[in-house]
């Protein structure tokens, strides 16, 4: 049951362009959306989260939209640079603990 | 440092013989996690725990084992391991969320590769 889909499994993008990520989720009762980075042969890192009561967070070149009516939350990367190069995983957590993941989408950013 | 630690890195091990895998992290963080990643399926949560001596499953525990004895350390067991459990694990810990005392941001280590043949 796959609560949290990433329907593109690659994307590429030329430097300096945006980068925007996609994410379906089916589960009404997830709280908070986090979008992590995972470089090969390293364990995924923490990028940037948003509650379920906003729907933009901004930390620096990373953006992220939530639409909480059509159950889809969008990274935007701006601008796109080749070290963003990686592949970025979605997750929705609900009941506090339960956290879901997508299949990853694999962004390459092209000098 | 803070990282969170994992080992053997990679294993290749055979079907019923039973292993461990490690997990420290020198955070103190309360909450720790076990993850499995599969192609087409990201990361998939096998079992979580809150504090020492407090555990629960997750999406997919079955044939796998915890323990919490120590608030830095969160093992991972498979007691008879079978050709399904080949993938990629990870190990990861966090602090509360300040707002619900539910899982926050979580840092990962870097993951062991079991084969299991």
């Known amino acids: 049951d796959q609560q949290v889909k990433q329907n593109s499994p690659s994307l590429s993008v030329q430097e300096g362009r945006i980068s925007i990520l996609n994410c379906d989720y089916t589960?009404?009762?997830?709280?908070?959306f986090l979008w992590y980075k995972k470089y090969p042969a390293e364990g995924p890192t923490f990028l940037i989260s948003i509650s379920s009561i906003k729907d933009k967070n901004e930390d620096g070149r990373f953006t992220v939209f939530l639409n909480k009516s059509a159950k889809h939350l969008s990274l935007h990367i701006v601008p796109s640079q080749p070290g963003d190069s990686a592949v970025y995983f979605c997750?929705?957590?609900?009941?506090?603990?339960?956290?879901?993941f997508g299949a990853g989408t694999r962004l390459t950013v092209k000098p | 440092e803070a990282q969170v630690t994992q080992n053997p890195r990679y294993l290749i091990t055979v079907t019923g013989k039973k292993l461990t895998v490690t997990c420290s992290q020198n955070?103190?963080?309360?909450?720790m996690s076990w993850y499995r990643q599969d192609p087409g399926l990201g990361l998939r949560q096998i079992y979580y725990?809150?504090?020492?001596?407090?555990?629960d499953k997750g999406d997919v525990p079955e044939g796998y084992k915890v323990s919490r004895k120590e608030k830095r350390n969160f093992p991972l067991i498979l007691e008879s391991p079978s050709p399904n459990q080949t993938s990629l694990y990870f190990c990861?810990?966090?602090?509360?969320?300040?707002?619900?005392?539910?899982?926050?941001?979580?840092?990962f280590g870097p993951g062991t590769r079991l084969t299991v043949l």
């Open positions: 589960n009404s009762m997830f709280d908070y």
């Open positions: 955070m103190n963080h309360e909450y």
């Open positions: 997750a929705g957590r609900y009941n506090n603990n339960d956290m879901r």
């Open positions: 990861a810990s966090s602090l509360p969320d300040p707002g619900t005392g539910g899982f926050n941001e979580q840092f």
């Open positions: 725990s809150m504090n020492v001596e407090v555990t």
